[in-house]
């Protein structure tokens, strides 16, 4: 049996205890995350308790671009700080650019301000987390993530945060409500493949080397925007004026390669290709309701590189060519 159609009364009328985003504490242990009464961790041929899970070829080419766009950011937060104080200001920029390593997982890319958020256990929808524990089992996760609910939330979105020993995995409303369970399921299995592939770190790595290549290009054109521009631009200043959108452009590429690789991984895990292309689909309907689009609208090809997602014929285009696909 699927999840109930009207889920907002569903979850309304449980004894779960609300508690708003807002006041969630960051680290693991306040959110409740660390919790070995429910480790899966399966064993190996060995008997010992796996790594998560990951296909060699995958890792190998996500690492690959990461490496290379993560490379170009570092060179441009670089190249920036050279322009605006030489060595010391390539020190510095860098500096500037590194992450901080001591955080908990992060709910900032969540709608929070306006919705409250409660915790979705395996009593209140037995067949989804028969489901979740499939999936975390062949994921090789050392326990399940964290299931919550944004409440009044109709957008059909999911989100993760976090690592494999502290995810937290949300959904809204509107994508329980308007998915079956299967469907449900394929969509937890793209957000564990983020977990897996460690998505969340990178990306917030590479945002902090943007925020970093903003903060020093408009430390250097302060000078030229408090005494007015020049008639000459200069090579450097030229530089300067464009690093932002080039580091922008980079994030949403490796924001789109990553969404890729992860529904490759999600079809790994789930073994339903239909299931998975389905779920998409609804997505992208869905949003283009949502945003007025018509549906035989077709983007233009340059505005696809402004987009943190890859258009979902891409993304099924992917899925179809994977031998994983053809297996299914």
Known sequence: MDLPGDFGTFLRANRWPPFHVDGIPGSPAACGMVDTSRAFAPCDRSGNSSAPFQPQSQRAENDRLSRHVRAGLLLLLASCGWIV?????????????????????????????????????????????????????????PQRPRICVLIGQRAMNAYAFGGPNDAIVTFTEGLL?????????????????????????????????????????????????????????????????????????LMLALSRFR??????????LTGDANTLETALAKLE???????????????????????????????????RASPLYRAA
């Open 259 to 268: 969404e890729i690789e992860a529904d490759a991984f999600a079809l790994e």
């Open 85 to 141: 104080g030489g060595d010391e200001g390539v020190r510095r920029a860098v500096a500037r650019g590194t992450p901080c390593r001591d955080r908990g997982p992060e709910m900032q890319n969540t709608p929070r301000d306006h919705f409250a958020i409660r915790t979705l256990e395996p009593a209140d929808a037995p067949e989804l987390f028969a489901e979740i524990d499939r999936i975390c089992w062949h994921a090789r996760l």
């Open 285 to 319: 309907h869905h949003h283009r309701a949502l945003s007025g689009i018509p549906e035989d609208y077709i983007e233009d090809r340059l505005a696809s590189y402004l987009r943190s997602h890859p258009v979902t014929g891409e993304r099924i285009g992917h899925l």
């Open 177 to 249: 409500r308007g998915m079956t369970t299967k469907e449900v399921g394929a969509i937890f299995a793209h957000e564990i493949a983020h977990i897996c592939n460690g998505d969340s770190a990178t990306m917030s790595w590479a945002a902090q080397l943007q925020r970093a290549i903003n903060d020093v290009a408009a430390a250097g054109l302060a000078p030229v925007h408090a005494f007015g521009a020049v008639k000459q631009q200069s090579s450097l200043q030229w530089v300067l004026t464009r690093a932002p959108a080039i580091a922008e452009l």
